[in-house]
């Protein structure tokens, strides 16, 4: 506020108009331009993707310089499409950046969002209480490559069942369902998924988690290595996953409030449906973001075994 003391009427018209131009409004500080990103993820929005929630809704990708934009639903074509740098981060699995990358893909795993696996075997079955409990019986997996597939794959070498000791079912993405009909006796499923439905349902069950039995790598953040070559564009994604790796330890300090962003971003959801399943993933997110090699090591060791890729 500007005010004026102690002046004669003579001096005052000379005065009022310098005192009018310095008491103008100064321009306001040019607002801070976000450098606007996209992250394509092949699922819909889900609980799994909270500490992304975070990040955008606590401002943490803003006060790093950065407007993300999430696309959602593309499926296994997430890779092609950021290879075409038609985004700038996909989300995937191991085995689909390891295959990608022998077709000649340009991707590099560049951030770890999953510590290790979240799959696991499931069965329902009061006569199954051990692996070597499923010699004999069927069991089911959504499709007969992928994560799921490894999965089982490692399950059954790590207890020493042979393949001609099982029947492997394909079931789609309706593994509970075959479960219950009793089609299959056991299936692959994602640890903070499927075994939550069974809880609510006062279900008893069998478990067995991936990280007990096998080495493959946990999800990532992929980019294309064609990308994020100048000095400028390594600070950018630098920036990116320090906002993100915040956002995971907010995640994991705070599971309550993390549950409730996530809702405002995913339509339906019920925050005690959301919060159990952050709950289910905690032990999962990163700490530090630091790609494990030996763990796609490991994952394209599986691949090679079983002749997915030279």
Same mark, same amino acid.
């Given at each position: 506020?500007?005010?004026?003391?102690?002046?004669?009427?003579?001096?005052?018209?000379?005065?009022?108009?310098?005192?009018?131009?310095?008491?103008?409004?100064?321009?306001?500080?040019?607002?801070?331009?976000?450098?606007?990103?996209?992250?394509?993820?092949?699922?819909?929005?889900?609980?799994?993707f909270a500490p992304?929630?975070?990040?955008?809704?606590?401002?943490?990708?803003?006060?790093?310089?950065?407007?993300?934009?999430?696309?959602?639903?593309?499926?296994?074509?997430?890779?092609?499409?950021?290879?075409?740098?038609? !985004?700038? /981060? *996909?989300?995937?699995?191991?085995? +689909?950046?390891?295959?990608?990358?022998?077709?000649?893909?340009?991707?590099? @795993? &560049?951030?770890?969002?999953?510590?290790?696996?979240?799959?696991?075997?499931?069965?329902?079955?009061?006569?199954?209480?051990?692996?070597?409990?499923?010699?004999?019986?069927?069991?089911?997996?959504?499709?007969?490559?992928?994560?799921?597939?490894?999965t089982l794959m490692?399950?059954?070498?790590?207890?020493?069942?042979?393949?001609?000791?099982?029947?492997?079912?394909?079931?789609?993405?309706?593994?509970?369902?075959?479960?219950?009909?009793?089609?299959?006796?056991?299936? !692959?499923? /994602? *640890?903070?998924?499927?075994?939550? +439905?069974?809880?609510?349902?006062?279900?008893?069950?069998?478990?067995?988690? @991936? &990280?007990?039995?096998?080495?493959?790598?946990?999800?990532?953040?992929?980019?294309?290595?064609?990308?994020?070559?100048?000095?400028?564009?390594?600070?950018?994604?630098?920036?990116?996953?320090?906002?993100?790796?915040?956002?995971?330890?907010?995640?994991?300090?705070?599971?309550?409030?993390?549950?409730?962003?996530?809702?405002?971003?995913?339509?339906?959801?019920?925050?005690?449906?959301?919060?159990?399943?952050?709950?289910?993933?905690?032990?999962?997110?990163?700490?530090?973001?630091?790609?494990?090699?030996?763990?796609?090591?490991?994952?394209?060791?599986?691949?090679?075994?079983?002749?997915?890729?030279?």
């Open positions: 506020m500007c005010r004026l003391f102690g002046y004669t009427k003579v001096g005052l018209l000379g005065l009022l108009a310098f005192v009018l131009l310095s008491c103008q409004a100064k321009p306001a500080k040019e607002a801070r331009t976000l450098t606007p990103l996209t992250l394509a993820i092949g699922y819909i929005p889900n609980m799994q992304l929630y975070v990040a955008m809704h606590e401002g943490y990708f803003a006060q790093a310089g950065i407007d993300l934009t999430i696309e959602y639903g593309m499926g296994s074509d997430i890779l092609s499409i950021l290879a075409g740098g038609r !985004v700038h /981060f *996909a989300l995937g699995d191991a085995d +689909q950046y390891l295959l990608a990358r022998a077709q000649g893909m340009p991707l590099q @795993a &560049s951030y770890q969002y999953y510590e290790t696996s979240p799959l696991a075997m499931m069965s329902m079955d009061p006569t199954i209480s051990l692996p070597s409990d499923l010699r004999g019986r069927r069991i089911g997996v959504s499709e007969l490559s992928g994560s799921s597939y490894l490692e399950f059954l070498t790590y207890y020493d069942i042979s393949q001609e000791d099982v029947e492997i079912v394909r079931v789609g993405y309706a593994q509970l369902a075959a479960l219950e009909r009793g089609e299959v006796d056991a299936v !692959v499923v /994602f *640890a903070n998924n499927e075994p939550l +439905q069974m809880r609510e349902q006062d279900v008893r069950y069998q478990l067995w988690m @991936a &990280s007990d039995f096998s080495a493959l790598a946990g999800a990532l953040i992929l980019t294309n290595s064609n990308q994020w070559q100048s000095d400028e564009q390594q600070r950018v994604l630098n920036a990116f996953y320090e906002a993100l790796t915040k956002a995971m330890r907010f995640t994991r300090d705070h599971p309550e409030e993390a549950a409730a962003i996530a809702q405002q971003y995913i339509d339906g959801a019920i925050y005690e449906d959301i919060l159990a399943g952050i709950y289910a993933t905690l032990a999962y997110y990163t700490e530090s973001g630091v790609v494990d090699q030996a763990r796609i090591n490991a994952t394209q060791e599986s691949l090679r075994v079983l002749g997915f890729m030279e």
